[in-house]
């Protein structure tokens, strides 16, 4: 019987033994490969359709953003109205998204109506026209948009940081202006669309509770697209990185506070320090009780939240810090935070402090194993980067078993001023 007087034993997550549940994989009758998780207990289900067709093949600015919006604006049959009323007629989402390398579409449905809706995905991928006026609409707002967020310091930064670190024409480090959007024709759509998307190279991941014959009706829509049968071509963006490595913008003279970044480039996660780079971030600056928090937030008060983490990339990548605190204390908050590099170079973490971070991270992991949605997300950036399950399991490991040695060899190798581009908008 339970003992109800007797309290539990306390156990550290690091304890805990984390297993990644498997993904079945499928390949349709073009080639492309399917992974699906079968889990859940809601009759709702994922599919997101991957393609590489991120900015990273365009020749021109905003064609790869502009491309995968507008996909879903019109087809000669169906018009962009017809087409947002078919997915929300059975309550279901269709959202696309553009990122460096990639671009997806995304639905989201109550299972029983997969069906229904994967032959209008098809006809989008094989029929997109790119009306004219949807194009002008989509022009004048996004130029409305930038407008709006020019004025805004934070935004400054994030684009102007990531020229610095890159360079300026690298699909990392490219940003948008208005001129950009102006030089947008509707034939450059329909012809990126044509070789990325119709004859393009594409990878499906699906989650939740899969209805029955999913796999044949996978096949009998997106199997049938001319997808996957040509190879894409292998481009090559150098990096061109500024030479300057401290900035001062002033973007807006009525600016009570200023945005501010710091970043170094940093290599991708085939790279042995990437793991363990993770426990030190987030010791420095990764979580609510990381060093940069207790010190600029809650001792110094000022910032509401600074954060530093790696972005996710999938080339090449940097380590981020990310705040933005009172315009008189800008400097002040930079100051603080190369003594935090200082102190993790020059003093061991403590036990305690390591072990806190520790049981964060498996924590995380385990929140990011809960449910279907989960599981394939973890899936896709693995499968997406060219690592496989080992690494999922190697990762766990390298944060049980990281020792504070390791945590000072590694703030020692990369937490040093001079390496970090440094920027303030105010």
Request: proline content about 4%; hydrophobic content about 40%.
């Amino acid at each position: 019987m339970l003992n109800r007087i007797q309290a539990p034993v306390i156990k550290d997550a690091t304890e805990f033994t984390l297993a990644l549940k498997p993904y079945e994989k499928y390949v349709l009758d073009n080639g492309v490969e399917v992974y699906a998780v079968h889990a859940g207990t809601q009759e709702v289900m994922s599919v997101e359709l991957v393609f590489k067709a991120g900015n990273w093949y365009e020749q021109q600015n905003n064609v790869a953003a502009a491309s995968n919006f507008l996909i879903k604006n019109g087809t000669s049959a169906k018009t962009a109205f017809q087409l947002n009323e078919h997915f929300d007629y059975y309550g279901s989402h269709l959202s696309r998204g553009c990122y460096n390398e990639t671009a997806t579409i995304i639905l989201h449905c109550i299972n029983r109506h997969m069906g229904t809706h994967l032959p209008v995905i098809a006809e989008m991928i094989n029929d997109a026209i790119y009306p004219q006026h949807e194009l002008d609409i989509y022009k004048q707002n996004m130029q409305q948009r930038l407008s709006v967020n020019l004025k805004k310091c934070d935004f400054v930064a994030g684009r102007l940081i990531d020229e610095y670190v890159f360079g300026k024409n690298h699909p990392y480090g490219v940003y948008s202006n208005p001129e950009h959007y102006d030089a947008l024709q509707q034939q450059q759509l329909l012809d990126y669309y044509k070789q990325f998307y119709t004859n393009g190279h594409c990878t499906i991941f699906a989650a939740g509770v899969l209805p029955a014959g999913f796999i044949q009706q996978l096949n009998a829509s997106i199997g049938q697209l001319p997808l996957n049968k040509t190879i894409l071509p292998a481009i090559v963006h150098p990096l061109t990185p500024a030479e300057e490595k401290k900035y001062r913008i002033s973007n807006d003279a009525n600016a009570v506070q200023g945005a501010i970044r710091l970043a170094q480039p940093f290599p991708n996660r085939h790279h042995p320090d990437f793991q363990p780079v993770q426990v030190l971030n987030t010791l420095f600056g990764g979580f609510f009780g990381s060093r940069l928090m207790s010190n600029i937030r809650e001792d110094k008060g000022y910032t509401y939240g600074i954060h530093s983490y790696i972005l996710n990339h999938i080339s090449s990548t940097a380590w981020m810090i990310s705040t933005e605190a009172g315009k008189d204390v800008c400097e002040a908050t930079i100051k603080e935070i190369y003594f935090e590099m200082e102190e993790l170079r020059n003093e061991p973490v403590d036990d305690d402090e390591l072990q806190l971070v520790k049981n964060y991270l498996i924590g995380t992991i385990l929140g990011d194993l809960d449910g279907p949605f989960q599981i394939i997300g973890r899936w896709k950036n693995l499968i997406l980067n060219g690592l496989d399950e080992n690494y999922f399991y190697s990762s766990v490991e390298t944060i049980k078993k990281i020792s504070a040695k390791e945590i000072q060899e590694l703030a020692n190798k990369y937490l040093h001023p001079e390496k970090f581009y440094e920027l303030v908008v105010v």
